[in-house]
């Protein structure tokens, strides 16, 4: 197994799951750098962690100027070992209202796209690091009030699968990771229906360890794995 430095880039280290992924990190001794589209929903990150956390503002939805900053962002930080691709968005559009499903699709598509621009090309140079995007067990089946969300997660998933194929033949020791968390208890998640909701630091602890461990898939929490079969089974 490769050694790692201890540099991460989270994108998406505001709320819920990525912020959670980043106090983590932190407290192991790892140096991380956040981003949010405003740097005064990270102020408490930095005011807690002081210099091993560095902030940067990113808007995944401009994917150009997206690219660009996250690679600025990784050479200002000396390198990254590990890339978290958290950021996403999802909405509950109950009349198939067209902005929410542009938004969704621009966040969660194209802002997926750039943010692994950036870390496959940082990694391929360097010839190391582990790299692993968030997508949703919601990828396994469409649903009446978040048809773009699913469609969104399904093109993460399939992404990352490809995405992990050329990276292997140009830097074999790079890692590319797809995590499928089910529901967990963040601002997004906003089903009135949903069950087995873990907690975001428990969604953190077994995301991170899926990246350490270069694995290619995990559901979390695990027994979500069960849910996904189940649901690619279901009639409709
Ligand atoms: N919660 C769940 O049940 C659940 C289940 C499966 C998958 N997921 C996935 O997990 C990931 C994190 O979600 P969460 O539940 O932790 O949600 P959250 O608490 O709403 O956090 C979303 C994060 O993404 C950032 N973000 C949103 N839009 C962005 C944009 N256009 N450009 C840059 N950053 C943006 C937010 O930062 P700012 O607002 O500060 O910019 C925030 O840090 C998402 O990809 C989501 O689809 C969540």
């Known amino acids: 197994m490769q050694q790692l430095g201890k540099t991460a880039l989270v994108v998406g280290a505001s709320s819920g ?15 991380v750098g956040l981003t949010s589209r405003k740097l005064e929903n990270l102020a408490p990150l930095l005011s807690k962690w002081g210099q091993q956390a560095r902030a940067k503002v990113i808007d995944v939805d401009d994917a150009e100027a997206a690219r660009m900053g ?5 050479d200002d930080l000396g390198g990254v ?7 996403g968005t999802g909405i509950l559009n109950r009349d ?6 542009r938004q969704t699709i621009a966040t969660n598509v194209l802002g997926f796209a750039a943010m692994t621009d950036a870390a496959v090309h940082h ?50 020791k790079v890692s590319v990771t ?21 907690s975001a630091d428990t969604a ?10 270069g694995r290619k898939h995990a559901y979390v929490p ?3 794995g069960l849910i996904a079969a189940l649901l690619s089974l279901m009639p409709r």
């Open 204 to 213: 953190a602890r077994q995301i991170i360890a899926a990246a350490l461990a």
């Open 70 to 74: 996250l690679r600025a962002f990784a």
């Open 81 to 87: 070992d590990l890339w978290v691709l958290n950021a």
């Open 96 to 101: 198939f209202s067209w902005e929410p499903e």
């Open 178 to 198: 797809e995590v499928a968390p089910g529901y967990i208890d963040t601002p997004l998640q906003q089903f009135d229906e949903a069950f087995w909701v873990a």
């Open 222 to 224: 695990r027994r979500w």
């Open 123 to 172: 990694c391929i140079a360097r010839g190391a690091g582990r790299i692993v995007g968030i997508s949703s067990v919601a990828k396994k089946r469409g649903h009446p009030l978040t048809a773009s969300y699913s469609g969104s997660k399904a093109f993460v998933s399939l992404y990352l699968d490809g995405v992990r194929q050329f990276v292997r033949r140009k830097a074999p």
């Open 17 to 31: 799951i990525g912020k959670a992924i980043a106090e983590q990190l932190l407290a192991a001794g790892w140096t």
